[in-house]
Antibody, heavy 118, light 110 residues
């Protein structure tokens, strides 16, 4: 069974940093591209970032470009999202997702909440 | 990267059919047959219901179907059940390996 478990969320001050992790199991991790998607509580989904199978190429949404960095450790089967210079509008539940060729997400984690507040 | 446009809400009675539209542009929906639809019940993670416009993942009921015409994609749910009540999001691939989501549609089963 495919499982994705996010962790690392919490409360952080504006301008601060946080690293999210996503533990993957139940599939050949390094065969798949991986995504981060976020959702402000009560609002819609926003795509954040995508990384290719070997971690060599990454893509970002305009709102996080230059502040967030996606990475992966295929040996440990972990996906990461390093977030810097956090702002109040980064407050959201962050989901990791297993990608199908980068074209859609076929499995989602349960999400981890990031709250940016002083 | 502007969000795709969906109606905020739709409703239907059990047994009826409903359709949710998703309007993008010639740079996303109109350019690629790579529209997907996600169901998100309250408090839960999204689940893919349709991918590549009209394909259903294994295990998804054939009551769910998708289509596309020009810059607009649609999700149709036939034979509505109470369990279909959820938020639904469309999503399109766009150039540069970007995914763009719609604003979401709340489906109420009356």
């Amino acid at each position: 069974e495919v499982q994705l478990v996010e962790s690392g969320g919490g409360v952080v001050q504006p301008g601060g940093s946080l690293r999210l992790s996503c533990a993957a199991s139940g599939f050949i991790f390094d065969d798949y591209m991986m995504h981060w998607v976020r959702q402000v509580p009560g609002k819609g989904l926003e795509w954040v970032s995508l990384i290719n199978w070997d971690g060599g190429t990454a893509y970002y949404g305009d709102s996080v470009k230059g502040r967030f960095t996606i990475s992966r450790d295929n040996d440990k089967k972990f996906l990461y999202l390093q977030m810097r210079d956090l702002r109040s509008d980064d407050t959201a539940v962050y989901y990791c997702g297993k990608g199908r060729g980068g074209k859609y997400i076929d499995c989602w984690g349960q999400g981890t909440l990031v709250t940016v507040s002083s | 990267q502007s969000a795709l446009t969906q109606p905020a809400s739709v409703s239907g009675s059990p047994g009826q059919s409903i359709t949710i539209s998703c309007t993008g542009t010639s740079s996303d929906v109109g350019s690629y047959d790579l529209v997907s639809w996600y169901q998100q019940p309250p408090g839960k993670a999204p689940k893919v219901m349709i991918y590549e416009v009209n394909k259903r993942p294994s295990g998804v009921s054939n009551r769910f179907s998708g289509s596309k015409s020009g810059n607009t994609a649609s999700l149709t749910i036939s034979g509505l059940l109470a369990e279909d009540e959820a938020d639904y999001y469309c999503c399109s691939y766009a150039a540069g390996n970007v995914l763009i989501f719609g604003g979401g549609t709340k489906l109420t089963v009356l």
